[in-house]
């Protein structure tokens, strides 16, 4: 446990905004595909947004426009831009590392963090 270690997580108004940080260990040699997803109270887990190794981006159609995922490969840290929150995103927001490549030491293995609680009030 600790592969990947999160914040930025906290309570905030309706259309206010927060930045959650995940700052994850890697191998030179190796790919590192980042995402984030959410899972509330009773709701099965859901994907949120991802960026991989390339820099393409990809979002879930409730976050468009909303929220913006960058990474900082020098800091080793994925981040996820959220504005305009609303209630209903209200949940605890999980980092999600996949490792991958060619070479022996880059086996494909998925690191989860230990999660970041979201709450957006009305």
């Known amino acids: 446990q600790g592969a990947l270690v999160e914040d930025g997580g906290g309570s905030v108004q309706a259309g206010g905004s927060l930045r959650l940080s995940c700052a994850a260990s890697q191998y030179t040699y190796c790919n590192y595909d980042m995402s984030w997803y959410r899972q509330a109270p009773g709701k099965e887990r859901e994907f949120v947004s991802a960026?991989?190794?390339?820099?393409?981006?990809t979002y879930a159609n409730f976050v468009k426009g909303r929220f913006t995922i960058s990474r900082d490969n020098a800091k080793n840290t994925v981040y996820l831009l959220m504005n305009s929150l609303k209630p209903e995103d209200t949940a605890m927001y999980y980092c999600k590392g996949h490792r991958w490549g060619a070479a022996p030491a880059c086996r494909p293995f998925v690191y989860w963090g230990q999660g970041t609680q979201v709450t957006v009030s009305s």
């Open positions: 960026m991989n190794s390339a820099g393409s981006t």
